[in-house]
DNA sequence: ATAAATACTACTAATTCTATATACTATACA
DNA sequence: TGTATAGTATATAGAATTAGTAGTATTTAT
């Protein structure tokens, strides 16, 4: 399961996105608009700030931006920064591997190897789909 | 992520599923084997052989066997009874949907919809998987 | 300069989940 | 009848998740 933290980075990205040419949008906007718990947003904006995927003004007239092109954010690195691994087996992770504590013969484990087919293919869905895309899935679910 | 649970009740049904056709398992031998804590073991053993998968037999010479065909058994089955969902959003689950608390617009939610196409994918994966094919995946990474 | 708006930081807290243990019961076999 | 085994219910310790509280720092507008 995706934690709400991750989720709800998404969901700011997406807002934020939406809002690319214009001025900052404040956190307060932003969690009424989406609904989001305002000082857990504050955390997660941070994050995504100290990642490097926002731009943030202090003072009256503040607020979060983007620092990158929607086209550029994909969910993988979202979701990396917010949940951590992406595989569901610890030893199936890329960037979060962990032995098994109980696994004898990790190179012949067939469960592994199931999970590392899994972990590809929803690796390759997060590293091709933006923010840019999530955007444009929504205006044509609307029209459609 | 996987939970131990649902990694070792993959894996206990693994080594029954080796252990077809001979006697009846012990909890004690399986948790041994395969390093998983016995009373543990015997909870998960307990709810796999409610769902059906398993047949238990009680007194000294007792234990566990497969009620299935290895054949049969497919991951996705053991993973909704252990773990739940397989989605990793809730609005996005087949069989535990549940709608998100804050979202105003489900049917046009863009998230929702990548996380349905994850879903179907790792679907697709979990539902062709057997543990007889996890058995046999074992040991042709043995042989390689 | 002052006040208002806002982001930033640190700490606390409730709740839920996970992984396990304890204790007891029921059943089968020898 | 004793022993080995599964069955059941409950408890618990620890971690993670999801927030909430309180206060600080910085910028802008007046």
């Known amino acids: ?7 709800y980075a998404i969901k700011a990205l997406v807002v934020l996105g939406k809002n690319a040419d214009k001025p ?3 956190i307060s906007k932003i969690a009424e608009e989406e609904r989001i718990p305002k000082k857990f947003l ?3 904006l941070l994050d995504l700030r100290n990642a490097g995927f ?8 503040g607020g979060y931006s983007l620092n990158k092109d929607p086209k550029d954010i994909y969910l993988v690195h979202i979701m990396r920064i917010t949940d951590g691994p992406i595989a569901m087996v ?4 890329l960037n979060f591997y962990h032995k098994c ?18 972990r590809d293919a929803t690796l390759k869905i997060l590293s ?3 923010i840019a895309d ?5 205006s044509s679910l609307i029209s459609s």
Do not use: N
């Open 128 to 130: 091709e789909t933006s």
């Open 24 to 26: 900052p949008m404040q």
């Open 101 to 118: 504590d109980e696994c004898k013969q990790e190179t012949s484990c067939g469960i592994r190897d199931v999970f590392i087919e899994v």
């Open 42 to 44: 504050e955390q997660i």
């Open 54 to 61: 926002l731009y943030s003004k202090k003072g009256a007239g």
């Open 90 to 93: 610890p030893c199936a992770s």
């Open 134 to 138: 999530v955007i444009s899935r929504e």
């Open 1 to 7: 399961m995706l934690s709400k933290k991750t989720k």
